[in-house]
């Protein structure tokens, strides 16, 4: 139930190890497209940027299903409007895969074609010359691949759209055809908006998220101060306790165990790159629920027990084996959150599991921000500059080793048959004619998190007011550098962007400025709390 001193130390440090899989936000869409083209340069005929397409399909008549295909880098740009875009009658060419000129009238047709046997190019001139309006090939894998124009090849003035779908799609088509049913389609590629208003949203989540728990960390630290100056004032031995054993279960980080926490991260993700699995899914979603059920248990009480009503509940406490002394406000909370977590368990599937999902991870995240602590700015440093190199080479730099970016595999679900694991915060992207959601790892809200929590922690100790302290600038920072990772992320058309790349240099750059520039960077580098005038001083418990 409610974890003390050792255990919580050690089990939220491996959540934490696991939050920080996933260091970036990124858009899953429908229709990943897994060729990179990468050695096909541009050339005139030849230049389109590769677009999703939707096919809606018609049999009989009736709408049946829509597929998603992917535009060739040649021929003409789709309609971009469902209503503008034309049903037209699908059909078989022979030979089937239009190798050669079809022997069948074509004319005004949408022909559907096998990938093999020659060029992309040379099945869309012979489809062109038969009077076809489109082709769509059917791929030999179930997903998708961009088509582009062989590097000796000249005839690449094309004049009718090329799309490509996933074999499965395909063969579905070809079914249809091949039981007599008339069978017509659309083509179109529907533009995302430049900026969708799930992205705000997840923006105002994140920036939240890390206000209360920093605002819970800074009371907690200033408490915490007024008991110890209690105690040396009283002349007690009990703070001689405290010191040794810390606080409510608080724990700081060394300078050593900030790297060996990035390197070990790295070494998980590994793991997950090379066996991610659906089984290995299920041991994620258990140790999220495990983590989500002690976080949100965490909240409540502390929520709750600011309410008189609740006072006596939370200060009565019942033993338990096991788990010790436990309070009744803790055991009454403690189904409700370990029902909740177990329904999202199951119906996470569901398309409003996100919901629970991120109840789970906000709860989570305030309370690992709350527990784990970064105790001065040299470790703040470190931990920061560790996660922005792995941020930078876990998403780019491994595609030189991998072939692919180890980062995006792992976010994405590649190999495990999913959607992904659950250390993340996502929203569904509400106008975007693709779906998905927009997301962000935990790790993108907790590291930064644990600086900006410092900040503050450091100006209600040295009792700076809002503007001349440092959690101001530091939470300003954040904001901005989210911002610009999500612009970065909507100019390189939806790819992955490693979000501590815009984050770690606004919140630690400006950490240092400003500490530099007002005289305090030496005890913020060192110490991380200002000096006492006098041991025997009480603080004010107003700010």
């Not at 124009?149 to 088509?173: F, R, S, W």
């Not at 792995?390 to 999913?418: C, H, N, P, Q, T």
């Not at 970065?488 to 490693?498: E, K, S, T, Y």
Request: net charge neutral.
């Amino acid at each position: 139930m409610e974890l003390k001193g050792a255990t919580s130390t050690l089990f939220f440090f491996l959540l934490l190890l696991l939050q920080t899989v996933l260091f970036f936000p990124f858009p899953a869409f429908a229709g990943d497209i897994v060729h990179q083209d990468d050695i096909s340069p541009k050339r005139p005929g030849c230049e389109n940027n590769f677009v999703l397409v939707k096919v809606p399909t018609y049999v009989n008549g009736v709408e049946e299903i829509e597929f998603v295909g992917v535009g060739a880098r040649f021929g003409p740009t789709l309609e971009s409007k469902e209503k503008r875009a034309i049903h037209t009658r699908l059909e078989i060419p022979d030979p089937s895969d239009c190798c050669s000129q079809p022997k069948n009238k074509l004319i005004g047709r949408v022909i559907l074609v096998h990938r093999g046997n020659c060029s992309f190019t040379a099945k869309a001139n012979f489809a062109e010359a038969a009077g076809a309006s489109a082709i769509i090939i059917i791929n030999n894998q179930t997903e998708l691949f961009k088509m582009v124009c062989e590097v000796n090849e000249t005839d690449v003035t094309i004049g009718i759209p090329t799309v490509m779908l996933p074999q499965d799609a395909g063969v579905k088509l070809e079914n249809y055809i091949k039981n007599n049913s008339i069978v017509s389609v659309q083509l179109y590629s529907p533009k995302r908006p430049p900026v969708d208003i799930a992205e705000v949203f997840l923006w105002l989540m994140a920036v939240g998220t890390i206000i209360c728990a920093s605002y819970w960390s800074a009371w907690s630290a200033k408490e915490a101060a007024i008991e110890q100056d209690k105690l040396l004032k009283d002349g007690s031995n009990e703070y001689l306790d405290m010191e040794k054993t810390g606080s409510g279960g608080v724990v700081d980080i060394s300078t050593m165990s900030a790297i060996f926490f990035v390197v070990i991260a790295s070494c998980f993700l590994v793991m997950l790159y090379k066996y991610m699995s659906i089984w290995f899914i299920d041991i994620l979603v258990t140790l999220f629920c495990i983590g989500g059920i002690e976080g949100l248990q965490t909240c409540l009480v502390a929520l709750l027990s600011s309410f008189r009503w609740f006072e006596h509940a939370s200060g009565s406490f019942v033993k338990v084996p096991v788990l010790g002394s436990v309070s009744y406000l803790l055991l009454a909370v403690s189904p409700f959150c370990i029902a909740f977590a177990v329904l999202w368990a199951v119906c996470r599937h569901k398309v409003f599991a996100w919901i629970g999902q991120d109840i789970l991870g906000i709860a989570l995240i305030v309370t690992v921000l709350q527990i784990v602590r970064v105790p001065n700015l040299k470790v703040g440093t470190v931990l920061l500059s560790c996660a922005f190199m792995y941020d930078i080479f876990w998403v780019f730099v491994s595609k030189l080793w991998f072939k692919e970016s180890v980062m995006i595999v792992v976010a994405r679900g590649d190999k495990s048959g999913e959607d992904g694991i659950p250390m993340l915060l996502k929203i569904p992207r509400m106008f975007d004619p693709w779906g998905g959601y927009s997301i962000i790892g935990f790790g993108d809200i907790l590291l930064p998190g644990l600086l900006i929590a410092f900040s503050l922690r450091f100006d209600w100790l040295s009792k700076k007011n809002l503007r001349a302290g440092y959690f101001l600038w530091t939470m300003i920072a954040y904001g901005l550098g989210l911002l610009i990772t999500y612009i970065a992320l909507n100019m390189m058309d939806g790819h992955g962007q490693p979000a501590l790349l815009y984050i770690v240099p606004f919140t630690l750059g400006t950490l240092l400025t400003l500490g530099r520039k007002r005289g305090d960077l030496m005890i913020l580098w060192t110490r991380g709390e200002p000096e006492r005038p006098c041991p025997h001083h009480q603080l004010e418990t107003s700010q």
